[in-house]
Every structure is written in C-alpha cells, then in structure tokens.
C-alpha cells in the first residue's frame, strides 16, 4: 500500500501543469468559490457561538473571582472546537456540493489523458445526489472511526499513535471523494465503494495533500480543489487500467 499512497502523492507533480494547458481554471471558480463560502460560514459560525457557548458554561462557575478570565478561556475553547467540528464537515460539504462541477472537469482530463472522447449521460441532479450518498457516507465513517481513535487516544502509548491514524482515515476519505468524480463514469456507486477499498492507498496519498495544502492561509483554500481532483483524477484513470483484464 505503501507504493500506492507514493503514486497518489506523486501525482500532484503534473496538476498545475495539466491545468494549464487545458484551461481548466475558469471550470473551477464556482467549486472554489462554494470552498470559500462554506470555509467563511465555518468561521463566522465560530465567532458567533463561541460567545454563546461561553455564557452557557459561566453558568457553573460559581465564584465571583477569575469570571472574566474563565469567559475568556471558555470561549477560545468553544471557538476552536466549533472550527475542528466545522473542518470535519467541512470536506465533506464541499465535495458533496461541487460534485456536479468537478465530474465535467474530470472528464475533460480524463478525455485529454485517454484520447477518446467521453459523454457520462449524467444530470446535474444525478451528480448532485451521488455526490451526496457518497459523502454523508464517508462523513459518518470518518466520524465514527475519529471518535473510536480519539477515546484510545487516553491509553497511554497507544495514544500517541492515534492522532497520525485521525489523520490518514480523513486522508483516505478526503481521497475517496476526489476519486469519485473519475468513477461515477464507470461504475455505479457499490461498485465505486469496492474500487476505492482495493485501492486505498491511492486516496490516503491524495488525501494527504489535500488536508495539508488546507493548512496554506488563504491560498490552500483556492488550490487545494484544483489540484486535488486534477491528481485524483490521473491516479484513478491509471487505477482502471491497471484493474482491466
């Protein structure tokens, strides 16, 4: 597995480049532009129930000493937890929503790498609905699994393995959308699950530069999109015909 999350990293290397030339990045401003407003409401959201929650916890603090200092740290508390809850949801809001935008994009690489000319036939309510199946799905898991690994997170020593786990299972699920848009081509969604399960290390070394380029202010944001899908699409392609008799 080791050698397939080392391909769906390596894949990146050719993104900007294969983005370039064929003019992909007008087909992108609206998924990047539904990143920016679901990132902006994640952030506004925080701001303002942090506050609220703040409140909400002064309620059982009795004393009258250190009450500002306590609403402070209660409230930076709350702020960081609604933005860790909202980064969780986050991928999966934006994959989910910019799945009936970043199939055409997809097929335009895939038509491009190929040589053949691709027409899916699906409507922009199909892709949507996909879109959507497959990443309420993935949400659930990745909660699941991240709420398992965080309580072993208490155990001494198998705690300090848990945090580099969290962050391969969002990998692999953040690489498993990607891988999505490439598939809902060809194959239908149980058969899409299965393909992804056999080639995980592919999506975890997607997923890997995704979550990390989100970590970019501002700019990772706009180019995590774009590049994540446009790698994601290649190793899928490459994926298939390796999987061809």
Same mark, same amino acid.
């Given at each position: ?5 080392? #391909? ?8 900007? $480049? ?8 007008? &087909? ?32 059982? %603090?009795? %004393?009258? %000493?250190? +009450? ?29 929503? =910019?799945?009936?935008?970043? =199939? ?9 790498? *190929?040589?053949? $000319? ?18 309420? +799905? ?7 699994? *991240? ?6 997170? &208490? ?6 393995? *848990? ?12 690489? &498993? ?7 809902? +081509?060809?194959?239908?969604? #149980?058969?899409?699950? @299965? ?14 530069? &995704? ?12 180019? @995590? ?7 994601? *699409?290649? =190793?899928?392609?490459? @994926?298939? $015909?390796?999987?061809?008799?």
């Amino acid at each position: 597995m080791f050698k397939s999350i080392i #391909k769906g990293i390596g894949d990146y290397k050719g993104s900007l $480049k294969l983005i370039n030339d064929l003019n992909l990045w007008k &087909f992108f401003l609206i998924p990047i532009g539904i990143c920016v407003l679901v990132a902006l409401a994640i952030y506004f959201a925080a701001c303002g129930l942090s506050d609220n929650v703040a409140d909400y916890l002064m309620q059982s %603090w009795t %004393w009258k %000493w250190g +009450r500002n200092t306590m609403h402070a740290i209660f409230e930076v508390m709350a702020f960081l937890i609604i933005l860790l809850a909202g980064y969780l949801v986050f991928k999966r809001v934006v994959m989910a929503l =910019s799945a009936p935008f970043m =199939s055409p994009i997809s097929e335009k690489i895939e038509e491009h790498i *190929t040589g053949k $000319k691709i027409n899916s036939g699906a409507s922009f309510m199909e892709l949507l609905l996909r879109g959507i199946k497959v990443n309420l +799905r993935n949400l659930s898991l990745e909660l699941m699994w *991240t709420f398992l690994l965080f309580v072993l997170g &208490f155990i001494p020593i198998i705690g300090l393995l *848990t945090a580099p786990v969290i962050f391969l299972i969002q990998a692999y699920f953040i690489g &498993f959308g990607n891988m999505d848009y490439t598939l809902e +081509r060809h194959m239908n969604y #149980k058969k899409g699950v @299965a393909f992804v399960q056999k080639n995980k290390g592919v999506a975890i070394g997607n997923g890997v530069i &995704f979550a990390l380029l989100l970590l970019i202010p501002v700019i990772g944001f706009i180019i @995590a999109i774009p590049f994540s899908v446009t790698a994601a *699409t290649v =190793s899928t392609i490459d @994926a298939i $015909k390796e999987a061809e008799p």
